[in-house]
């Protein structure tokens, strides 16, 4: 059975344009044309992915997305976001709702295509694996969770698979480039700010820890926790 995408956009040539592309591609699409309506077909459906546009009438996308995580039928399917504005802060509002990826219009719909494809390629190939212990940091990689002196961390699905490729190699410096192809699953046509912005989210949320996430000029980032010293 072909995966289900949910398209949440109130202009109709957009919807259809992505649904011709994304059925040529192999899926099932579904679509809402209103904030609300998206909300009662997400949790029907239980779609694989969502594309939403902020700019939605009803109920705007940013509390479609904030609602669709804080429900747990439906917090882990990952979201698209789809805007006509291009403006860093938007992009900072879609990852604090825990949008996995963000697209400007106009684009290309075989870039988002190729987008949608990552997205469920990256998920699927998510591993079950031992706890990554970094006292007092742990990373349930079974259960998807990481805790903090035995507090659960609010992590987004991009953030957990960030904080894990660098935590399970401690010490090794990751490009932007090499985490946009491995945590994301595209590479260095998309803009390295992506990563940037997550990290930063990311270092926040993980509070005193946050700074073993270190930024290593004109490389990228590695992570170091405290006493950890490289081999020679």
């Not at 949910?6 to 209103?34: C, H, K, M, P, T």
């Not at 804080?70 to 006509?84: F, G, H, N, S, Y």
């Not at 940091?137 to 990481?146: M, N, T």
């Not at 046509?189 to 930024?215: C, F, N, Q, S, Y």
């Amino acid at each position: 059975m072909p995966q289900t995408i949910l398209v949440v956009d109130d202009e109709r040539d957009i919807v259809e344009l992505l649904r011709y592309n994304l059925v040529q591609a192999g899926y099932r699409v579904v679509s809402a044309s209103d904030g609300r309506q998206a909300v009662d077909l997400a949790c029907r459906e239980r779609p694989d992915l969502i594309i939403l546009d902020l700019m939605l009438p009803v109920m705007p996308g940013a509390e479609v997305a904030r609602t669709l995580k804080q429900d747990e039928k439906t917090r882990d399917i990952p979201i698209l976001m789809l805007t006509a504005r291009g403006e860093e802060v938007d992009r900072v509002v879609g990852f604090e709702l825990g949008a996995d990826d963000y697209v400007v219009k106009p684009f290309s719909p075989r870039e988002l295509v190729l987008r949608v494809q990552a997205i469920l390629r990256r998920d699927e190939k998510e591993a079950p694996g031992a706890r990554i212990v970094h006292e007092p940091l742990v990373i349930d990689v079974d259960g998807h969770i990481v805790s903090l002196k035995g507090r659960e961390i609010d992590l987004t699905a991009t953030e957990f698979r960030l904080l894990h490729r660098l935590a399970r190699r401690p010490g090794r410096a990751y490009s932007r480039d090499q985490l946009l192809s491995e945590v994301w699953g595209y590479g260095g046509d998309v803009e390295t700010r992506t990563v940037d912005t997550h990290m930063k989210r990311l270092r926040a949320k993980l509070g005193p820890v946050g700074e073993w996430i270190e930024t290593v000029r004109g490389v990228g980032y590695r992570f170091r926790p405290a006493g950890f010293a490289a081999a020679d």
